[in-house]
């Protein structure tokens, strides 16, 4: 069982920056891969970016590429989500999750441990 904690989230203007961290639990950590995902208000969740558990590969949606910075601190079990020159469209509610499964990194289903999700608004 893993227990996820993200913090971070809030109000920033467009152009703005904000930095996401995931805690987790538990002694294992640096054997997972995590990733981040996003749910806009009537929007399907939807992956934001990887990382692999020892940092070495990162991937992110072609939306957020070159904005956005995953990192992780095996030492500290965290993992971080660096988001510059945001925009309105990134609003959305953001989560962490332990990845599990096989299937590809950007799909929900590969996914078993999720944290609550912290709130990031954008305003114009």
């Known amino acids: 069982q893993v227990q996820l904690v993200e913090s971070g989230g809030g109000l920033v203007q467009a152009g703005g920056s904000l930095r996401l961290s995931c805690a987790a639990s538990?002694?294992?950590?640096?054997?997972?891969?995590m990733g981040w995902f996003r749910q806009a208000p009537g929007k399907a969740r939807e992956f934001v970016a990887f990382?692999?558990?020892?940092?070495?590969?990162?991937n992110y949606a072609d939306s957020v590429k070159g904005r956005f910075t995953i990192s992780r601190d095996n030492a500290k079990n965290t993992v971080n989500l660096q988001m510059n020159s945001l925009k309105p469209e990134d609003t959305a509610v953001y989560y962490c999750?332990?990845?599990?499964?096989?299937?590809?990194?950007?799909?929900?289903?590969?996914?078993?441990?999720w944290g609550q999700g912290t709130q990031v608004t954008v305003s114009s």
């Open positions: 999750a332990v990845k599990s499964g096989s299937t590809n990194i950007s799909e929900l289903k590969a996914y078993s441990y």
């Open positions: 538990g002694r294992t950590f640096s054997s997972y891969d």
């Open positions: 990382i692999t558990r020892s940092g070495a590969f990162t």
